[in-house]
């Protein structure tokens, strides 16, 4: 077992994020590990000299730390129960079982890693023009390559783990806590303003944790301590660490990964503190296990206090290579030599202090080519040239034995969640660096992201960022803005070719100089292209290391400005994020109507309807069957009560409203008379039906319209966003929650009425079918519609929710006479059935259209326009595939069940959406998709019921009860 506390660890202050007294053992390629509590995978085994902890995909060269911020693809591994993980940002735990992925035989020697050799026989897009011909080829080469390029191994005995989501609301949200954010935090906080300061590491600081800002090395720390120290201790900032902000919404909605958690968080203004990704060098073998960026060599150093080499080569393209050497000269690390690709420092003193150090600076200068061990198993040496012109090298050339290359060219501004709200890339020919614009209102950034990376200016950056947005909030005076200049921090042409190829521009992709170029000169001329088609910036890392050198390689190839070639589209999100976290809990809303108590009392056994619970049948649960055919008997011949409040209800008013309905539903509304009702179907764009209801229309300018229970805030959305566009005169106000109702059914059901309703003329003549009226039940003001959802005669009484209970109560004594039974729900579906009324979501699907489900009746095909009447027209002129017809089966065949398959032969021609057995039609009754040659009347089809048993059903012709609709007109 290998010694963590060997000469690769360093004394104290150094190691910020471990604990010395908490040695950790693990596993990693059969091999045992020591560690400590807070090392992460790639921390600990760095520091007992192992390097190599994956495969790259296409390759199959050896791959290892590159960020050390789990900004790249290098350190993907397989844990047991999860694949593709990131050795350097996952906590190493007692016993932990790590294994390398992506490799044949063993990771150290991988019989794979020949592919290297055959690269000029891949080149950028092969696999489009090589296995598509002869016909049919795919079909032998697809399992070859998903084997070879395979990339972890899933455990399907995995058990899902709890997830959540929270949300949360803040004045101004600041992600990133680096020197600019901990300044930007603090400044608002002062002005009184509540922030919500979000960070991906584990502890605050962001740069201040490892970087070096001075000659000296002690400003880092001092300024960090302050901050933080003020930060804790403010009672405005809550504090999110080891928090990931994966994307931005409009109006400053952000989803936060903590944990097991998902925040969504809504905040008045935004500032981005995101930082900057450090940029390689792209030189011939820059993908060496031992070359690494220079800012991960300080992760290792200042957070895992982990010694990552002995002898140092430094490549640079600005000052901070020179302020890394001097802290891995404080670490005991050798630096053989410091290579400048400019011709100065910006600071000469960083360079004189080298020299009295007897450090080397090759100035003009780059590393041409790494050296390596056999096997490529580890940098052994580099090969250094002066730089002639843009990526060219003088032949001459010094060679300098290493076992670690720190390089960095320069730094690229982390633009996702900026350029996902809209924010513009633009290069900067003199910097050779991109600054962001044209961010929207309320949306700020500071810090490196903004193009500043003086530690002073930084600081005075955070806090003008906060007090702009501060004086947006009405917190303070619009400041005034200060202008920082700076020399850049970027080379301008990092990218050196070489006669062997094998300088990786995107380290996921296995994806070298040449073949990013032949993809542009292939007639790519794109970014957007270029990475379709050469999947460049696709891996995991997304581009964070290659977007950069990619649009400079690009722009010059066509001949354009790295302005105008861009950088490929920042989606969301961010970062990996699990399906857990998208998911999180299942919520269950859980709403009552006003009568839910009365419904309780008398028994009712509840069922979830949508986000509501109602009843679902009256009386004992172990006689459910009796139960239902109880309520369904007494609707049938007496008279009974359902509380429908759960019922989607919107008003239209206005002088434009029946234009608006008319537009709306697939019916004609414009000439609907005052006082009557028509059933109202509701089509998408595409020509599916979405939703169905009642619409009463009460004046000439004012319609009361019902909704189906789960869909009528989705139907009021719609009703909002259309008239966006329309913009006719009406107001739209869901009053779902207002208005409760209840059904009153039966062939008594206007006795009942006649009690307690003394101002509406209730009798056939004066009050038809389909009618709706308005008047009072013991002064409470009412809406009466006279509606056959259930098939019997009957009322549908809204009113004002909050006389729920006293409303209930009343009509329950009116009925004592008549011996009135209240009815739930599974009755309700029942009756329906009987009648061949479908339900939305249930008889109809993502792809029902009105012809499919005998809608057709329902469709005015003399309107002008109406919401989804092309493609309704359009699906109507095609032939059907499959229709929805009712069926009926002998009451001892098996009953189906809904979503049995529906069978043609050998193959599934449809499903059932509903079916019950009616003790009133004694027999067993449903609705059913089947194929059109299914369709006819009398037509038999099987159905593979429970056990995998067929039953044969018969289609007959809709409604099964009462066909002339005698009994709900009377």
Not at 382 to 407: F, P
Not at 880 to 903: C, M, N, W, Y
Request: net charge neutral; aromatic share 8%; proline share 5%.
């Amino acid at each position: 077992m290998s010694n963590p506390t060997s000469l690769s660890r360093l004394p104290l202050p150094y190691g910020l994020l471990i604990d010395r007294n908490q040695p950790v053992s693990f596993e990693f390629d059969h091999q045992r590990f020591q560690g400590f509590s807070g090392d992460s995978i790639a921390s600990a085994l760095i520091a007992n000299q192992r390097w190599i902890m994956s495969r790259s995909f296409k390759y199959h060269r050896p791959r290892a730390p590159l960020s050390m911020a789990g900004q790249d693809a290098n350190t993907l591994i397989q844990l047991k129960e999860e694949a593709n993980v990131l050795a350097d940002t996952t906590l190493i735990q007692p016993n932990l079982v790590v294994a390398g992925q992506n490799f044949n035989g063993s990771l150290l020697k991988d019989s794979d890693a020949f592919l290297g050799k055959f690269s000029k026989f891949m080149p950028v897009g092969f696999y489009y023009r090589s296995f598509y011909k002869p016909k049919g080829i795919w079909k032998f080469w697809e399992p070859i390559i998903r084997k070879k390029a395979g990339l972890g191994v899933l455990d399907l005995d995995f058990k899902p783990e709890y997830y959540d989501k929270a949300y949360l609301f803040t004045d101004i949200a600041i992600i990133g806590s680096g020197p600019a954010g901990l300044q930007a935090a603090l400044t608002a906080a002062e002005a009184g303003a509540k922030v919500t300061l979000i960070e991906q590491e584990k502890i605050l600081g962001g740069s201040l944790n490892y970087a070096r800002f001075d000659l000296d090395g002690q400003k880092a720390q001092s300024l960090k301590q302050k901050l933080i120290e003020a930060v804790h201790q403010h009672a405005n900032i809550c504090v999110m660490t080891d928090a990931i902000c994966n994307a931005w919404f409009t109006d400053h909605y952000l989803p936060i990964i903590q944990g097991k958690r998902m925040y969504k968080l809504r905040a008045k203004k935004c500032i981005v503190a995101s930082g900057s990704f450090d940029q390689p060098v792209v030189f011939h073998n820059n993908d060496l296990p031992g070359v690494i960026l220079t800012s991960a060599v300080q992760r290792l150093i200042k957070l895992y206090a982990v010694k990552p080499g002995k002898n140092a080569v430094i490549l640079t393209g600005n000052d901070d290579g020179y302020l890394a050497a001097l802290d891995l000269i404080e670490a005991g690390i050798q630096v053989k030599a410091l290579v400048d690709m400019r011709n100065a420092p910006a600071n000469p003193s960083l360079q004189s202090r080298l020299e009295k150090h007897n450090i080397p600076c090759h100035l003009n200068s780059t590393v041409y080519a790494a050296q390596h061990s056999n096997g490529m198993q580890h940098i052994t040496g580099v090969d250094i040239r002066t730089i002639t012109g843009e990526g060219k090298v003088a032949e001459q050339s010094t060679k300098i034995s290493c076992d670690l290359l720190c390089m960095s060219s320069g730094y690229m501004p982390v633009y996702q969640l900026l350029c996902q709200a809209g924010g513009k890339l633009n290069y900067l020919d003199h910097k050779a660096m991109f600054n962001i614009s044209g961010l929207p209102k309320g949306l700020l950034i500071t810090g490196s992201v903004n193009g500043v990376h003086d530690i002073d200016h930084v600081l005075i950056d955070g806090a003008q960022a906060a007090n702009v947005a501060l004086s947006e909030l009405g917190l303070a005076s619009p400041p005034q803005q200060e202008v920082f200049e700076e020399a850049s921090v970027n080379f301008s042409w990092p990218i050196f070719p070489h006669p062997k190829g094998k300088e990786f521009v995107d380290y996921d992709e296995d994806l070298q100089i040449a073949d990013i170029v032949n993809a542009a000169r292939t007639g790519y001329r794109d970014i957007q292209l270029v990475k379709r088609y050469s999947t460049v910036g696709m891996g995991p890392s997304q581009g964070r290391h290659s977007a950069l050198p990619t649009a400079r390689l690009v722009a010059k190839t066509t001949q354009r400005t790295v302005t105008e070639t861009g950088v490929t589209t920042a989606r969301p999100p961010f970062t990996v994020e699990k399906l857990a976290h998208v998911a999180g809990r299942g919520f269950d809303p859980y709403r009552q109507t006003a009568m839910h108590q009365r419904h309780l009392e008398l028994g009712a056994k509840m069922m979830p309807a949508g986000t509501w619970q109602r009843p679902a049948f009256y009386g004992d649960a172990n006689t459910r069957q009796e139960n239902i055919a109880r309520e369904v008997q007494c609707v049938h011949q007496n008279v009974a009560i359902i509380d429908v409040s759960t019922l989607g209800g919107l008003e239209i008013r206005g002088a434009d409203s029946a234009e608006f309905l008319n537009r709306m539903y697939t019916f004609g509304f414009a000439k609907l008379p005052v006082g009557k009702t028509r059933y109202a179907v509701m089509a998408n764009e595409h020509g599916i039906v979405i939703d169905d209801g009642v619409c009463a229309r009460l004046s000439d300018h004012h319609f009361y319209v019902t909704a189906t229970t789960s869909g009528v805030d989705r139907i009021y959305q719609q009703m909002l966003k259309w008239n966006v566009q329309w913009r006719l005169n009406i107001d739209i106000t869901n009053v779902t929650t207002a208005i409760s109702a209840v059904n009153i059914a039966g062939p008594n059901s206007r006795k009942v009425m006649e009690r307690v309703c003394q101002d509406i003329d209730l009798s056939a003549e004066a009050f038809p079918y389909l009618g709706v009226r308005c008047g009072t039940i013991h002064n409470i003001p009412v809406r009466v519609m006279r509606v056959g959802f259930v098939g019997e005669l009957g009322y549908e009484i809204h009113f004002p929710t909050r006389y729920g209970e006293f409303m209930w109560d009343l009509l329950m004594d009116a009925g004592k006479p008549f011996d009135m039974l209240p009815f739930g729900v599974e009755s309700q579906r029942l009756l329906r059935l009987e009648k061949g009324h479908i339900i939305i979501s249930q008889d109809t699907d993502g792809m029902s259209h009105p012809k499919e489900v005998d809608l057709g009746w329902a469709v005015s095909r003399n309107k002008p326009f109406f919401v989804g009447k092309r493609s309704i027209a359009i699906l109507e002129a095609q032939p059907l595939k499959r229709k929805l017809v009712a069926f009926e089966l002998d009451k001892s065949s098996q009953q189906p069940l809904e979503g049995h398959i529906v069978l043609e032969g050998e193959n599934i021609s449809g499903n059932i959406t509903s079916c019950e057995y009616s003790p009133t039609l004694d027999k067993i009754i449903g609705l059913a998709y089947v194929s059109i040659n299914q369709s006819e009347i009398d037509t038999t089809f099987p159905i593979r019921v429970e056990g995998g048993a067929m039953v044969h059903a018969k289609v007959v012709k809709a409604p099964f009860y009462d066909p002339e609709n005698k009994r709900q007109e009377m």
